[in-house]
């Protein structure tokens, strides 16, 4: 991630409008930061694939933290906003957008015109983009969330809160593509496989990936154990190993117990990039410690939480 500074900052303000889907793209989904609390009770946290792009969005718009917005996956939607103006800004993967045909960059906040046609761009790399207006978007909350049960359709509306906020960008882009290595802790069932086995090769991501997880393809690994196990607690990041002998990494809306052995977790800094990992291309594992784990957490943290604060407190940043 990168150091960016806004090239510009004014404030637009104006009535609610609504947002009507005429297509709703490729696993389109309202997420804000997800139910918490409710794990004993089958519903996992959900959230956004890509807390960064998501908490980046927010930023340039100076949303409060738990707003909700649109999250889509390689192909994005087709929308058309009802009343406003509105005021937007796309991040993460996604390329921008066109409004009526003239292109929209990413992370650069916009003006979004009643009866004007928005659809995202191209991603060249990486898998999940965000569209976010200023104020969010107001869903009926059920277990104290917005994050929708099922993803957009045709023909839904959804509504703006406001339309206020500052028109600006960043002039080199804060949003980078993952490395193609994840870093892990060991899981619970580590010893019932061979390590070399699983992290001597690069693994292909499949296309059977989604928010609930990532199946991958390579050489089956070498299972030590062959007891089955009963059901288990598993988070977002944990590495599980089907029958098959390849690796599943669950999502952010993945179920909350799994009776595959868990070869290991993927490190919390790491996790947005699971979200951006994309069918076709490879992937490695590297173990590490607890504490080069919470290391990583923290330098990734610091550098987040440096650019929203200056985003919020409108200081220009250094590029």
């Known amino acids: ?109 916009f003006l979004w015109l009643s009866g ?59 949003w980078q593509p993952p490395e193609g290595v994840l870093r892990i802790l060991p899981g619970p069932e580590v010893d019932r496989f061979e390590p070399g086995n699983f992290f001597g090769q690069t693994w292909t991501i499949t296309h059977q990936a989604n928010r609930m997880g990532i199946r991958l393809e390579g050489n089956p690994i070498v299972r030590l154990d062959y007891r089955e196990m009963l059901s288990e607690p598993v988070l977002a990041g944990t590495i599980q190993i089907n029958h098959a002998g390849m690796p599943m990494i669950l999502g952010v809306a993945a179920q909350t117990i799994g009776g595959y052995p868990r070869i290991g977790i993927v490190i919390r800094a790491d996790q947005d990039a699971i979200g951006q990992l994309r069918p076709g291309e490879t992937v490695r594992f590297v173990q590490v410690d607890q504490e080069e784990a919470f290391r990583a957490l923290e330098a990734k943290t610091a550098l987040g939480n440096q650019l929203l604060h200056r985003l919020r407190a409108g200081v220009p940043l250094i590029g």
């Open 1 to 109: 991630m990168k150091d960016s500074t806004p090239a510009f900052t004014e404030e637009f303000s104006g009535p609610f409008g609504q947002i009507e889907v005429v297509r709703p793209g490729m696993d389109s989904w309202v997420v804000d930061l997800g139910r918490s609390g409710f794990r004993d009770k089958g519903v996992g946290p959900g959230g956004p694939a890509d807390r960064f792009s998501f908490d980046l969005a927010h930023g340039l718009l100076n949303n409060p933290p738990d707003q909700a917005m649109i999250e889509f996956s390689l192909i994005g939607p087709t929308l058309i906003s009802r009343g406003g103006p509105l005021v937007a800004v796309f991040t993460g993967a996604v390329e921008g957008g066109f409004l009526d045909g003239h292109p929209i960059p990413r992370e650069k906040t």
């Open 116 to 174: 004007q046609s928005l659809r995202t761009g191209p991603m060249n790399r990486g898998t999940r983009g965000y569209l976010a207006l200023a104020g969010g978007l107001t869903i009926p909350p059920i277990l104290g969330s917005r994050s929708g049960l099922r993803p957009l359709q045709s023909g839904d509306l959804l509504k703006g809160t406001a339309s206020k906020g500052p028109l600006r960008r960043l002039e080199v882009r804060a």
